[in-house]
Nanobody, 122 residues
Framework: QVQLVESGGGLVQTGGSLRLSCVAS???????????IGWYRQAPGKQRESVAV???????NYLDSVKGRFTISRDNAKNTVYLQMNSLKPEDTAVYYC?????????????WGQGTQVTVSS
């Protein structure tokens, strides 16, 4: 069973930094069938959006509004993915969710963490 557990959210002032962590169990980033790992966010009254997602081929896609400020990285030995967030803005306030996708037979399975709140004060 795949589980994703996030940590690292909190309250920060505009211009500050936070690093989110997501520990995965039941899936390893270099295993056969692993397809993608990353972060989404959802602000109140808005749809969930992709922030940074890295696929198994090494391609990383960032939301335009976070390019140059956020960086996704992973530690395969710890089965952990990180999101370093710098120069935070009030519009980055949201619940951030860890996300993973794996291929199981002919089906893509998506997994989500419980979310961690990030609040940026102006």
């Amino acid at each position: 069973q795949v589980q994703l557990v996030e940590s690292g959210g909190g309250l920060v002032q505009t211009g500050g930094s936070l690093r989110l962590s997501c520990v995965a169990s039941g899936i390893t980033f270099d295993s056969f069938g692993f397809k993608a790992i990353g972060w989404y966010r959802q602000a109140p009254g808005k749809q969930r959006e992709s922030v940074a997602v890295a696929d198994s081929g090494g391609i990383t896609n960032y939301l335009d509004s976070v390019k140059g400020r956020f960086t996704i990285s992973r530690d395969n030995a710890k089965n952990t993915v990180y999101l370093q967030m710098n120069s935070l803005k009030p519009e980055d306030t949201a619940v951030y969710y860890c996300y993973a996708r794996r291929r199981f037979f002919n089906t893509d399975l998506d997994y989500w963490g419980q979310g961690t709140q990030v609040t940026v004060s102006s």
